[in-house]
């Protein structure tokens, strides 16, 4: 059974800096590049960042560029969000994806989702 468990949100206040970890178990995860997405209440979830499997590749969104960097331990089965400079704008549910094709995580597609975890940013 796979299972992605995210980790680390909080509460914190603005230009505060937390770090998400989404740890894997049940799927090989050399295998899949993993993503992270946010759902804001009343909004449609949205993309944040994603990496490739061999690390090769990140991406990012816009209003995330420059804050938030996603990193992957392959040897601990765990991705990673580095959010840094927090804005009230980043109050979320966290998730994260893992697809075993780069588009599939990039578009939202993931073969696989963690149930979140509530970052709230206060101002």
């Known amino acids: 059974q796979v299972r992605l468990v995210e980790s680390g949100g909080g509460l914190v206040q603005a230009g505060a800096s937390l770090r998400l970890s989404c740890a894997s178990s049940g799927l090989t995860f050399t295998r899949y590049a993993m993503g992270w997405f946010r759902q804001a209440p009343g909004k449609e979830r949205e993309f944040v960042a994603a990496?490739?499997?061999?690390?090769?590749?990140?991406y990012s969104a816009d209003s995330v560029k420059g804050r938030f960097t996603i990193s992957r331990d392959n040897a601990e089965n765990t991705v990673y969000l580095q959010m840094n400079s927090l804005k009230p704008d980043d109050t979320a549910v966290y998730y994260c994806a893992a697809g075993d094709i780069w588009s599939k995580v990039v578009g939202g597609r993931g073969d696989y989702w963690g149930q979140g975890t509530q970052v709230t940013v206060s101002s």
């Open positions: 990496i490739s499997r061999s690390f090769a590749q990140t």
